[in-house]
């Protein structure tokens, strides 16, 4: 579906493969999203339904996450791991008492469907792509507020993102306080396509503010909050990347993976661990997702995602090897220069089978800025 081109006639609009990447200025409207004035039509994201009666004691079988008591319009995240426990699909979870209804990364969508359409079997469950009937617009609960959410069965459709609390059943492997994710406040809202058009006009007429793709996610790179189409390679665990937290719950059964879950959060270490990148300002390009990050010209790691924080500069999210040290001096590959990266540790190297992780003090963005 054409989800962004409604948003075309709006000044200053970029769109490119259907997303709405920024409209003129991506540094204002990071600012606009944090204060909660700006809405970000999300065309990277796609949405399934499950329906079905069996759908939330089967969507618990398959899945990292406890969903058979999931109540309407709460909100939770999934993963669907291989037998080996590496991350193969992730989803945000809102259910409506009737519909469980998943939003996905885009690229992800047609695997994710037709894996569940596969593992039906014999239960009442209907997995369907939602994409002609909704789409995802993200900001803060405030802006969100602006929007007439979809709710077909009279529950609103509007997905709050967790993140990065610690849910019932999960672990944190950051050490620090506060975490960085404490200062964003993200929803995401299910609206009809009507209201997605209605959206568009306030926008083109100056009535409503817009942010892009990118600022969004370059508020989710500055909160540490990993991502399907960021963080998740063929080895990704979900300890590496602290998705613990929000991901997974240790203590709900059998599931495909589970065992590998419990193995290396209760007796090893995951091999790699997520680190922040600050990067080297003098350089006007961003490293791409899969740059080399090096120390002492070898490589150690790669880049997950990256941006340019309206507060923080230039970022990243990058995958270590675990043996790497915490005050490693380190590079990262940007076109034909490597660029100095100062490493922030998310994921310990003593990740997994540690108990009571000591917490560290992190100074906040404005009290670092001053």
């Not at 963080?231 to 300890?239: I, K, Q, S």
């Not at 790669?302 to 005050?327: K, Q």
Request: hydrophobic fraction near 45%.
């Amino acid at each position: 579906m054409a989800h962004a081109a409604p948003f075309s006639a709006v000044p200053g609009a970029v769109i490119v493969d259907d997303v709405l990447q920024h409209v003129g200025n991506p540094m204002g409207e990071q600012r606009a999203l944090a204060r909660g004035t700006a809405l970000a039509p999300l065309g990277d994201r796609a949405v399934i339904a499950v329906d079905g009666e069996d759908r939330l004691t089967w969507l618990d079988s398959l899945t990292s996450q406890a969903l058979a008591r999931l109540t309407p319009g709460e909100s939770t995240e999934l993963l669907l791991l291989d037998p080996q426990g590496r991350i193969e699909h992730a989803a945000a979870v809102v259910d409506d008492g009737e519909t469980a209804w998943l939003i996905v990364d885009r690229a992800d969508a047609e695997g994710l469907l037709a894996w569940l359409l596969r593992m039906r079997f014999r239960l009442r469950v209907q997995p369907r792509s939602a994409d002609a009937e909704v789409a995802v617009v993200g900001g803060a609960p405030d802006a969100l507020a602006r929007t007439s959410p979809a709710s077909p069965a009279g529950v609103p459709l509007i997905w709050r993102d967790p993140w990065p609390a610690i849910t019932v059943g999960g672990y944190g492997y950051a050490a620090v306080d506060p975490h960085p994710g404490a200062e964003r406040r993200w929803a995401e809202a299910l609206v009809s396509l009507e209201e997605l058009d209605r959206l568009a006009q306030d926008a083109a007429s100056g009535a409503l503010d817009l942010a892009g793709v990118v600022a969004a996610d370059a508020l989710r790179v500055a909160a540490w909050r990993p991502r399907w189409s960021g963080e998740v390679d063929e080895r990704a665990l979900p300890h590496e990347s602290d998705w613990m937290r929000t991901a997974v719950h240790l203590s709900k059964g059998c599931y495909r993976g589970q065992e590998t879950v419990a193995k290396v959060h209760n007796l090893g270490h995951p091999p790699r661990r997520m680190v922040a990148l600050q990067l080297d300002g003098s350089e006007s390009t961003l490293p791409e997702r899969g740059a080399a990050v090096r120390r002492d010209g070898d490589e150690v790691g790669v880049v997950t995602s990256a941006a340019r924080h309206f507060e923080e500069g230039p970022i990243a999210l990058a995958v270590l090897r675990r043996g790497v040290p915490v005050d490693a001096a380190l590079t990262v590959d940007v076109e034909d220069v490597r660029i100095a990266a100062a490493q922030e540790v998310i994921v310990p190297p003593d990740a997994g089978a540690t108990a009571n992780v000591p917490r560290i003090t992190r100074l906040s963005r404005r009290a670092r800025a001053t």
